[in-house]
């Protein structure tokens, strides 16, 4: 038979069987399984067992005392770079105030500027982020028997857009589209690429591709429900905002589209209720815009002034807004308010057309018969959103994409 002892891991002494604490030191006991024969060999197995327990002993302090050398090297370098940032931010903030105070560069400025460059840095992350996680569902979307050749186009793809190299990289996802046109989320990619790029009549073949493939895909509805609307399509465009809306949630921009289809059916009175819910989802300057100026073409002026207040109030620059406040408080008789507003509309280089109106209004003292705040004519039937006020297309295109960047990437 074989005898059992319990054996101490600390001290190494044999204790008798049954104890669980160890006669000489108090540790608890390991219980040691010996042969017969080892009764009768002198301490043949306790002294291995003590030889191998001092090497694994040794073993483990050596690598201890490594693993800590290293955790050492590693704080001192990290506390060397510590320091040494924060010498060079104390040396830039000083070289700053002092560049400052001669009057060579205004700190307000570098400091916006500096706030814009860390925005798109940002912003630069997060569309390298999106679009990695495009490539991992679009390879995986491909069904065909070339998965091979179809994983090198779309990572030489995505691969140039990451470099910035926008044009050769959608080309290359182009062809891996037209290789795979039932690709639901490489025709997703390409019909927002095409979108923002302001190409509707190539955003709406591969939207419509996207959303055949995939028709859940309700953020996709809401970029081809705006193309549709700045095409003319009235019917189409109102199912497919109406059904984001149903299915997602409010949007300025699917709201601003229904409004705009609704003023081209002659219908101002439900569009300005559009035009209220698109302020409600997204307050900006815009939505405050487009309601003042619904609010003058129905000749609530004053209602108008509040909105188009709160539009220059958001944002100073807005010089569409300071044109179309101005000639609204001259219709009130407010002449000299409606002056400096007028002068504020063209405090500006760019050759906007809100420009000519306002000094047309200042040189005459009379407000159009008809003013164009949107770019487009009453009856137009075309470029509804994108081809009028490009401030207002910008952001409806914006607000459209935004919205969809928050939505699962479609499948």
């Not at 038979?1 to 160890?22: D, F, I, T, W």
């Not at 690598?63 to 830039?92: C, G, P, V, W």
């Not at 609530?300 to 300071?322: F, G, I, N, W």
Request: proline fraction near 3%; hydrophobic fraction near 40%; charge should be neutral.
């Amino acid at each position: 038979m074989r005898s059992v002892s319990h054996y101490c891991q600390k001290c190494l002494a044999a204790n008798p069987l049954g104890q669980e604490l160890c006669a000489r030191c108090g540790t608890r006991l390991m219980l040691v399984v010996e042969p017969p024969t080892a009764r009768f060999e002198e301490g043949g197995l306790v002294a291995s067992h003590e030889e191998h327990l001092l090497e694994r002993i040794s073993a483990l302090e050596n690598r201890f005392m490594r693993l800590t050398d290293k955790l050492e090297q590693a704080l001192n370098l990290m506390l060397k770079q510590a320091r040494s940032i924060y010498f060079d931010h104390t040396l830039l903030d000083t070289l700053i105030e002092v560049l400052n105070e001669a009057g060579s560069f205004d700190a307000v400025r570098l400091n916006k500027l500096w706030r814009e460059r860390c925005q798109k840095d940002n912003v630069e992350n997060e569309e390298i982020a999106r679009r990695e996680q495009a490539r991992s569902k679009i390879i995986s979307a491909y069904v065909g028997a070339e998965s091979a050749t179809f994983e090198r186009m779309v990572n030489e793809g995505i691969d140039l857009l990451n470099k910035n190299e926008a044009i050769e990289g959608i080309r290359a996802l182009e062809r891996s589209a037209a290789f795979a046109p039932d690709n639901a989320p490489l025709n997703a990619l390409l019909g927002a690429h095409f979108f923002e790029a302001g190409k509707n009549a190539l955003a709406r073949v591969y939207l419509e591709r996207a959303i055949l493939v995939n028709p859940k895909s309700e953020g996709l509805r809401l970029l081809l429900g705006v193309a549709c609307a700045d095409d003319g399509e009235i019917v189409r465009a109102k199912s497919l905002l109406k059904s984001f809306i149903k299915y997602v949630g409010e949007s300025f921009a699917a709201r601003y589209g229904l409004g705009r289809l609704l003023m081209a059916e002659g219908k101002s009175a439900e569009a300005l209720k559009e035009f209220k819910r698109a302020l409600s989802a997204r307050s900006m300057p815009e939505a405050d815009y487009a309601v003042g100026c619904l609010y003058y073409h129905l000749g609530r002026y004053r209602l108008a002034a509040q909105h188009l207040r709160q539009a220059v109030k958001s944002d100073a620059r807005y010089h569409e807004a300071h044109y179309a406040l101005g000639i609204t408080l001259l219709r009130l008789g407010v002449n000299e308010e409606s002056r400096l507003e007028l002068i504020a509309a063209c405090e500006t280089d760019e050759q906007l057309p809100c420009v000519a109106g306002a000094n047309h209004v200042l040189r005459t003292g009379r407000p159009p018969a008809n003013p164009k705040f949107w770019g487009t004519g009453r009856g137009a039937k075309k470029g509804l959103i994108m081809g009028g006020d490009r401030r207002l297309a910008e952001a409806v295109r914006q607000d459209a994409l935004d919205t969809v960047k928050t939505l699962s990437f479609p499948n």
